[in-house]
């Protein structure tokens, strides 16, 4: 019974997305009907692991005063919880949002708050985020932990005013430049007994994704689908070949990315979640709940010596076999240097 019901679901959301979407060249429906099937598959698994592992995505926060951490977005949803937590720590925060003044009540209400500074970033410009990169490094010539955690989450085909698409932008390349920029400090605040750390929020929803090399904007074909895995798998590769190379380099940097869980947040906007707040509710995790295994990476000291690793309620998660290959991170990290103007035997070095 269970079986035929599954079926003719599967039957009819078939049918359905043919009428909304039979315009389409056949070989780019097909394409897409994948993409959307396979990014329900891997949102399945990931509400199956945080069920699982719901016991096991706990953190005891430590006393972590005089550490400095930088952290992109935050003024809603897991970010606004990473910053409650890193506060909790004794951490002093930086913040970087596109509109600061949104953080004053988060500075007047929060447990330390008057450890949050707050400097103005747009992650759709690569100009903002040097800006905000030399705001920050003037005032805090070491950094402690950078936690790339601003994204978007589908809608319309867009460019941003570099000519990047809008999502692999946000959510990868930006982030990738920012890095770059704050590695000195990084570096400079990086013990051998205690490294600093780069923590990329990424998703479960990388696992359908490839990176599209010959058409890195998809120009050709826009499929929203397909770009957020795009973004959020790079994420996870340039997780693992940042910190092979800053190892090479005998730097005392590590490189984490995380999967926060199937969230209850606005991320979900533009989806049909977003039509059943309920179904949310039930569900998904809270916010609170996704901060964690952020925090998990920024201070669980058994994770030291395992740079690389992609977190899911604060264990190893699943990652698709595409983002392991070498030869395809490295394409990703020369794509990506391009794309930002840097020298790639000068990366982090400004």
Known sequence: MFAITTITIATIAAAVYWIMNRHKPLKHLLSDFRYMLDMQGAGA??????????????????????????????????????????????????????????AKKMMETMENGKNLHVFSLDLQSQKSVKEFANCVTKKFPEINYLINNAGIMYGDYKLTEDGIESQFAVNHLNHFYLTHLLLPALKKAGRVEEPSRVVNVSSCGHYPGKIFFDDINMKEHYDTIAA???????????????????????????FYSVHPGIVDTDLFE??????????????????????????????????????????????????????????????LFNISCELTGIDPDKFGQN
């Open 45 to 102: 698994g990931g509400l199956i692991d945080d069920w699982i592992n719901i016991r096991r995505n706990k953190i005891e926060l430590p006393d972590a005063s005089r550490k400095i951490a930088v952290i992109t977005g935050g003024a809603r949803g897991i970010g606004t919880e990473v910053i409650r937590g890193l506060l909790k720590a004794n951490v002093t925060v930086i913040m970087g949002i596109r509109k600061p003044d949104a």
């Open 228 to 254: 957020y895995a795009q973004s959020k798998l790079a994420q996870i590769m340039t997780t693992r070949y940042l910190n092979k190379l800053l190892e090479s380099q005998d730097a005392n940097v590590k």
């Open 270 to 331: 533009n989806t049909t979640f977003n039509k059943l707040p309920w179904l949310k509710k039930i569900f998904f995790k809270t916010p609170e709940k996704g901060a964690t295994p952020i925090l998990f990476a920024c201070f669980n000291k058994d994770i030291e010596e395992r740079g690389g690793l992609y977190i899911s309620n604060c264990v190893e998660g699943i990652s698709n076999r595409y983002s392991k290959n070498v030869d395809n991170q490295k394409k």
